[in-house]
């Protein structure tokens, strides 16, 4: 019999279709996750707290599973894309979380953006068991969930990581272990310092090119392609232009995750002013009833809070 390395054994072991996946959280951008590891062949379970959210899943051959401590004792593979740090810590470490009932040599993934320190308290507990655990949260909002073309941020061991690699290239194409656990919620806390600026750019610079008496979509097929370019600008801002504000990603969530940003900078003693100040505008838009759109509806504000001319 050929002998492979427990980290070769492990990516035959992930890529065998006969394994069972459960995905827990079938919101915006779970439910378009777990679609794509249901299409690649695997068994998958799911559950969701609201369980109409699993229907289509189950209609194209899901199982629909009543708690997380049942899925977590049938699944090989666990993957968690919850809301708030709250949530993750409640279906890991609760009395009938995944941490007690998963079996030994099970993979969790929490692909919830979350807590940096709750992800290495999850690593430990779960290593005391015989539990393989990575953080890997994403980027690219629904379009990206929806074409597997997230950006996967991971934290944990590499062999953990080369074992589920199969399983992450059916949701995202840039993949990359950023270190031990905790470092790929780190990471994405990077890239939401980076996102909560430049969004305010986005809408401002739409705002700007609306009031200018410029078409939007023109100004965008000029600026999207040089210095100014990122993808908020090529998604969001069309959708913005469109009048477009349901949500790709929640302002809801966003501030939540500015927050964890906020905490982390803050104990490394660094200042983040642009940081902050995105928050108290996202904050203004949730105070206003609109915590449940896009990211995007910021511009909202601008235009509401535009001069008379």
């Not at 008496?213 to 999207?224: A, C, H, K, R």
Request: proline fraction near 3%; glycine fraction near 10%.
């Amino acid at each position: 019999m050929k002998k492979y390395s427990k980290g070769r054994w492990c990516s035959i072991f992930m890529t065998n279709n006969h394994r069972v996946i459960g995905f827990i959280g079938t919101g915006v951008m779970g439910k378009s996750m777990a679609t794509h590891i249901l299409k690649a062949g695997y068994k998958l379970l799911v559950y969701n707290r609201t369980q109409s959210r699993t229907t289509d899943l189950v209609k194209m051959g899901a199982t629909w599973i009543n708690t997380v401590g049942e899925l977590s004792e049938k699944a090989d593979i666990i993957i968690t894309m919850v809301g708030y740090p709250q949530d993750v810590k409640e279906i890991y470490l609760g009395e009938e979380g995944i941490l007690h009932k998963a079996k030994k040599g099970t993979y969790v993934i929490d692909m919830t953006t979350s807590s940096p320190i709750l992800a290495r308290e999850i690593h430990k507990k779960a290593k005391e068991k015989g539990i393989n655990t990575l953080d890997a949260p994403v980027s690219g909002g629904d379009i990206g969930a929806q074409q597997a073309k997230l950006t996967i941020m991971v934290g944990g061991s590499k062999e953990d990581f080369e074992a589920v690699t199969p399983i992450l290239k059916l949701m995202g194409t840039n993949i990359v272990l950023q270190g031990n656990a905790g470092a790929g919620q780190h990471t994405k806390m990077c890239n939401q310092i980076a996102i909560a600026s430049n969004m305010i750019g986005v809408c401002e610079s739409i705002s700007y090119a609306k009031n200018a008496g410029l078409d939007p979509n023109t100004v965008l097929e000029s600026i999207e392609t040089g210095a100014a370019g990122s993808w908020s600008l090529s998604n969001l801002a069309p959708r913005m232009i469109k009048g477009d504000f349901e949500p790709g990603f929640y302002i809801k969530h966003f501030i939540k995750d500015m927050k964890i940003a906020i905490e982390s900078a803050e104990e490394m003693k660094l200042y983040t002013p642009g940081l902050k100040l995105a928050k108290s505008l996202y904050e203004e838009l949730e105070a206003d009833g609109k915590e449940n759109k896009g990211t995007q509806a910021l511009f909202l504000l601008l235009e509401k809070h535009a001069l008379p001319v």
